[in-house]
């Protein structure tokens, strides 16, 4: 059974710009949330997505969203990129149905803001 | 909210000793605990989880350890290997609340 997959692997923008970023899960599953990782604050929760709503949100700010599609791949976007956006953004999916259900990460995308 | 504090940010120990990673929370409703290790320009691979119904989990050298009343869990890991090196990371959660994660802890395995 294939990984969680997210493209692209690395990501150098300036600031001002906006970025996409893409994660396919597990096949099967549900559910996709996402993270972002920097060495002062760790894993941070961004927000999460099942049946294409999002079922739970983070402390971000507006410029940070997400979607996901009927076939449970989701996109995430930041617009007006600063350069305290430089991090490593991880998805991770689980089947679905509750949050206490084990995620599976996929290895990320490392954004560098310049 | 969750609040999962992580200790020892950093812990060294020699091949074939044994490695202990501490997390305590705040939320007495969480219920579950899974444990990620995160290996240099990856991703974070769940190693092991265990629910609020147990005490303990084990799987070959990793175990788990849940003390509910005093709200900490701790991964232990027995005869390291090399192979072990790599950033741990301690989570809870409950219901359809988002994960919360410690800072991680950096493991390394001297040879």
């Known amino acids: 059974k294939a990984g969680v997959t997210q493209t692209p692997r690395y990501l150098i923008k300036t600031r001002g710009q906006q970025v996409t970023l893409s994660c396919s899960p597990i096949s099967g599953h549900r559910s996709v949330s996402w993270y972002q990782q920097t060495p002062g604050q760790g894993l941070q929760f961004l927000f999460e997505y099942f049946s294409e709503t999002q079922r739970n949100k983070g402390n971000f700010p507006g410029r940070f969203s997400g979607r996901q599609f009927s076939n449970s791949r989701s996109e995430m976007n930041v617009s007006t990129l600063e350069l305290g956006d430089s991090a490593l953004y991880l998805c991770?999916?689980?089947?679905?149905?509750?949050?206490?259900?084990?995620?599976?990460f996929g290895d990320g995308t490392r954004l560098s803001i310049l | 909210g969750e609040n999962v504090e992580q200790h020892p940010s950093t812990l060294s120990v020699q091949e074939g000793d044994s490695a202990v990673i501490k997390c305590t929370y705040s939320?007495?409703?969480?219920?579950?605990f899974p444990w990620y290790k995160q290996e240099l320009g990856k991703g974070s691979q769940l190693i092991i989880d265990i629910r609020s119904n147990v005490g303990e989990k084990k799987d070959q050298r990793i175990a788990v350890t849940l003390n509910k009343t005093a709200k900490h869990f701790s991964l232990h890991i027995t005869e390291t290997q090399p192979e072990d090196s790599a950033v741990y990371f301690c989570a809870a959660n409950s219901g359809n609340t988002p994960l919360v994660f410690g800072k991680g802890t950096r493991l390394s395995v001297i040879a």
């Open positions: 939320d007495s409703a969480s219920n579950y």
């Open positions: 991770a999916s689980s089947p679905g149905g509750g949050s206490t259900q084990p995620q599976h």
